[in-house]
């Protein structure tokens, strides 16, 4: 994935730094999933407590807009639709996600030009995830 990297081509550049680092990332996971805990259809799939659910995603958006590598450090290669296989997102699915996750963008308080490069990765992700 990381390959497809879309922000800055230097650290001081990144949407990381932009957006002011972890704690956006933290917040954004927060409301994401404040999303999900209200959508059946997702809920269902993760773990009642939704602790790691929320440290990988946040440490992987991070690591993917520039931040540190320690999703990488900790969790190994992405590999997201290895990761996913044991989860049923059909189209229905995966559209909940994106307007979970597109609702979290919207109120994230990043600058326009931010959300439209958040908007452009998740969106992509997210079509690139249905596996049935
Ligand atoms: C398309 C709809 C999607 C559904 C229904 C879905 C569902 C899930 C579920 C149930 C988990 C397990 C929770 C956990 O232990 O972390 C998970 C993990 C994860 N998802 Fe998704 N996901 C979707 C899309 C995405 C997208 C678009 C991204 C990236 C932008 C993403 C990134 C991740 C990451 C990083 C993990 C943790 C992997 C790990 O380290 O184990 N997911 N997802």
Redesign the pocket.
Known sequence: ?SALRISGTTPEESLYRRVGGMAFFRQLVANFYDGVDVRPV?RQ???EDLT??K???A???AQ?FGGPET?NET??H?R?RM??A??V?DVA??D???EA?LLAIDRSGASELDRAELVA??DV??????NA
């Open positions: 994935m997702l799939m993760y773990d790691e659910a440290e990988h995603l440490l992987f958006l993917y999703y969790r190994g992405p997201l990761r996913h044991p989860y997102i699915a995966r909940l996600w994106l996750m990765y998740v992700a997210a079509h690139s995830l249905r």
